[in-house]
Each structure stands twice: as C-alpha cells, then as structure tokens.
C-alpha cells in the first residue's frame, strides 16, 4: 500500500482533483477513497499505479505565474494506465461508479484530466551523494563552534 511505483514510460496520467465541501476532512473521505483505489488495483486490467495527495496549502511562488488564490481543501488522486480507453472502462464499471458516487457526496466538483508522459527522470548517484556529503559537511562546521 506504500510501496513505491514504477512508472512505464508509455503510460498515460489522470489527474482528478476532487475539492471537499465546507468543513469535510480527509478522515471523512478516507475509508471511500481506500475501498474506491482498492477496486481500481485489483480489478481493472490497465492500472499501472496510483496516489493519492491531500492538498497541504503550499503554492510555489516560484513556480506559479498568474493569479491563484485560495486552492481550497482537496485531493488529487493521480492514476496510471496502458491507455485512455483503459481508464474509461474501468469508470464505466457499476463498481467503480457506486463507490465513487460515495465520494461525490462529501465534494463540492471534481475534474479529471488526462496527460500522456513525455519525460521522466530521477537523481542521478552522484549528485545524491554530493548532497549528503555537503549536508554531512555543513552538520560538522556547525557543531565545531559548540
């Protein structure tokens, strides 16, 4: 359940982010959002992996350009898949539907957008290593004045 995913390069993204209504809390949607991930993972044949986020209130300044204001309270449930198609069949499934209506009732809208993958990547060696030994370094001259 808290492993970490790998993602196959061919794969395509959806991205759902569900706002909750006035005053619904994570712990309220919580026990849906489960029984709704376990559905899509074990039965529907195109799922690659998933996440689920709740919104911490952070909005980069350095990486937003234009006007945002209050986000709100919400979740993103990020999903992977082979295709499209595969999504779409699976949201088309009674199961999938019933737990998902479930949901709806403690959020205000939801969207779902699709994205194919054109990049990814991840730290290379080392530049990890270079960073620890800098942070090991800097630990060091800092207990030296005690």
């Not at 991205?15 to 489960?34: F, I, P, Q, S």
């Not at 309270?73 to 209506?101: G, L, M, P, Q, V």
Request: with cysteine; aromatic share 12%.
């Amino acid at each position: 359940m808290f492993n970490d995913i790998k993602v196959p390069f061919n794969s395509v993204m959806l991205y759902n982010v569900a706002k909750l209504k006035e005053g619904v809390t994570l712990t309220d949607v919580e026990e849906h959002l489960g029984t709704m991930c376990n559905i899509v993972k074990n039965k529907y044949k195109g799922f690659l992996a998933g996440q689920v986020f709740e919104y911490a209130g952070f909005v980069s300044k350095e990486g937003s350009v234009g006007d945002y204001g209050d986000e709100g309270n919400h979740i993103a449930i990020i999903t992977y898949w082979t295709t499209f198609d595969e999504h779409e069949r699976s949201h088309a499934d009674e199961d999938f539907k019933n737990e998902f209506c479930k949901l709806l009732e403690f959020c205000e809208d939801t969207k779902e957008l699709g994205y194919k993958l054109m990049w990814q990547g991840e730290q290379e060696l080392p530049n990890i290593g270079k960073e620890l030994k800098e942070s090991i370094t800097d630990d060091i001259e800092k207990t030296e004045g005690c």
